[in-house]
């Protein structure tokens, strides 16, 4: 086990018995913004006809408060989900929904589209909606607001909100099955491909007001029950090469969030780091509050990762004893330490600073 995971090991056993509790300074943050992919997508691809990507079936939402398929690939909330709670706001109401217009908007918005990625051509196949449309989208939502409110207050609310960004993940798994991508790029390559468009997004959304942004890492892909399925992991190990640039992508995305920031007046960027809490509970379950960390609760397969989750395929009693939910997405349980880390964690979660700070700012 490398020893640069055993703080985030240390921490996570503490972090996942802490109860998220209302911020006392959740005034302070009028709105909150999330855009990304299946990780923080609350059920837009729901509402997208076209769309082959969605969790609108049993078991999905078995353990959501009402029990029932959300849209979410998980068995209950997502980190997201956590984060809005914390803040005292309600759940940003999904951007398909037919009914996020009017007073609705002023709270947040989820732009999130589960297939997705940075770039376009990424989950474009099966219907998902892109990172570039999904800001698109935002400045529908902002040119709403500002009808609704005037500038000048549209402008104080962007700029009070909070904005969550997870992407990339799908990029990376693509380029690893995409024989076509491999040859036209190095993984050295494709990662500044994918950092300079993380970067460019980030860069719009401050051009468009926002200020407080909170962007995560991405999960060691490699330790997926998919990657562990696909790639024949003879014992449950990660897969080495995926884990790798997996690991250079985020360390890409830090350095460069930090110069970005330091370059940008009144900005504040938080650098998530989901992939070594994800990645200690995957290799020390117990001391995570697992019992399983490489097989999925829901799925066909030695590690759960032969096929998707439905009502054909197995489904573990017990969704809290593993890490991941299905072949790709984590559990409940694994969300709410994720939340933890990024509302309440130190700098090797969140840095510069966490969310709970963030919201002082």
């Not at 697992?290 to 999925?296: D, M, V």
């Not at 880390?341 to 510069?352: F, K, R, T, V, Y």
């Amino acid at each position: 086990m490398a020893l640069g995971v055993l703080p985030a090991m240390s921490v996570i056993a503490l972090l996942s018995l802490v109860m998220l509790q209302p911020s006392t300074h959740a005034s302070q943050v009028p709105a909150f913004f999330v855009f990304g992919d299946s990780t923080v997508d609350t059920g837009n691809n729901n509402y997208l006809p076209n769309s082959l990507t969605r969790a609108d079936n049993p078991p999905y939402g078995r353990d959501f408060d009402p029990p029932g398929p959300t849209g979410r690939f998980c068995n209950g909330k997502l980190t997201d989900d956590y984060i809005a709670e914390f803040l005292g706001l309600p759940y940003p109401i999904d951007f398909y929904n037919p009914q996020a217009q009017g007073q609705k908007l002023l709270q947040g918005v989820n732009f999130a589209s589960a297939g997705s990625g940075l770039l376009d051509q990424t989950g474009n196949a099966t219907g998902s909606i892109s990172f570039s449309k999904q800001l698109q989208n935002f400045i529908d939502v902002l040119r709403n607001i500002s009808q609704s409110i005037g500038q000048g207050n549209a402008t104080k609310l962007i700029a009070g909100s909070i904005f969550l960004i997870s992407s990339g993940g799908n990029d990376l798994l693509d380029y690893q099955l995409n024989v076509s991508q491999r040859a036209q790029f190095n993984a050295k390559q494709f990662n500044s491909l994918l950092v300079s468009k993380a970067l460019n997004y980030t860069q719009t959304l401050y051009n468009l007001g926002a200020r407080k942004m909170v962007i995560v890492s991405s999960a060691p892909l490699g330790c997926l029950p998919v990657a562990l399925t696909v790639f024949h992991s003879p014992d449950g190990s990660c897969i080495r090469r995926i884990n790798s640039q997996t690991k250079d992508f985020n360390a890409g995305l830090q350095s460069n969030i930090s110069t970005l920031a330091s370059q940008l007046p009144g900005v504040h960027l938080v650098y998530g780091n989901v992939y070594d809490t994800i990645l200690a509970a995957i290799q020390n379950p117990t001391r995570s509050g697992f019992k399983y960390g490489h097989k999925a609760c829901c799925g066909d397969g030695k590690y759960g990762g032969a096929s998707g989750c439905n009502p054909t395929v197995y489904v573990c009693a017990n969704a809290s004893q593993y890490v991941f939910w299905d072949l790709i997405h984590p559990t409940q349980h694994m969300y709410i330490i994720l939340a933890n880390g990024l509302i309440s964690g130190p700098q090797s979660i969140a840095s510069p600073v966490n969310i709970s700070n963030l919201v002082n700012m």
